[in-house]
């Protein structure tokens, strides 16, 4: 299993940079793609950036790109979020989710974890 914790979420001045952090427990992390997903009130979740297992691809929403990076540092078990170029139309709860299977005796075992979300608002 799979434990999820955001951090680095808070109020932000319009053009103003964050980095979001979620620290993995568990011993899937290593295996698992990551992504960032957001809501803001009153929308649906939407997928804001994700990265393999190993880091190498990377895929961000059109509204995000060129503005937002994400990447891991496996030894640490963490995934990030640098939010650069902050609007208003950024500001929601920022959730990390983690994406894998495991294979226990020979059958595989699809997850899906979420964290419980961290609340970035871009104000002046």
């Known amino acids: 299993q799979v434990q999820l914790v955001e951090s680095g979420g808070g109020l932000v001045q319009p053009g103003g940079s964050l980095r979001l952090s979620c620290a993995a427990s568990g011993s899937t992390f290593r295996g698992s793609a990551m992504s960032w997903y957001r809501q803001a009130p009153g929308k649906e979740r939407e997928l804001v950036a994700s990265?393999?297992?190993?880091?190498?691809?990377?895929n961000y929403a059109d509204s995000v790109k060129g503005r937002f990076t994400i990447s891991r540092d496996n030894a640490k078990n963490t995934v990030y979020l640098q939010m650069s170029s902050l609007k208003p139309e950024d500001t929601a709860v920022y959730y990390c989710?983690?994406?894998?299977?495991?294979?226990?005796?020979?059958?595989?075992?699809?997850?899906?974890?979420w964290g419980q979300g961290t609340q970035v608002t871009v104000s002046s």
């Open positions: 989710n983690a994406k894998g299977s495991t294979v226990v005796v020979g059958i595989r075992y699809p997850y899906d974890y």
């Open positions: 990265i393999t297992s190993a880091g190498s691809i990377t």
